[in-house]
């Protein structure tokens, strides 16, 4: 009869160490979804950023032709 009750007690545990694997898994999912969404927003970011530097070349690059042709350069 003890082994009965040992047995069971064993089962009962299983299935709690089951339960809560199957939460750690579920949460280990959310996170590299997480992860995955972070990355996605960084990529976009590094894009606007070159993006912008992109725009401030090219006004840099009037506003230099704009004073020469001024002549406000110092060369």
Avoid at 24 to 41: F, N, P
Avoid at 60 to 73: A, P, S, V
Wanted: aromatic content about 6%; charged content about 35%; hydrophobic content about 45%.
């Amino acid at each position: 009869m003890t082994e009965a009750i040992d047995n069971q007690l064993i089962f009962e545990i299983l299935k709690k160490v089951q339960s809560d694997v199957a939460v750690i898994k579920s949460d280990v999912a959310e996170i590299k979804s997480m992860q995955l969404r972070m990355r996605e927003d960084f990529n976009r970011f590094e894009g606007d950023l070159l993006r912008f530097e992109r725009i401030e070349a090219g006004t840099q690059l009037r506003l230099d032709r704009i004073e020469t042709r001024l002549g406000l350069t110092d060369a």
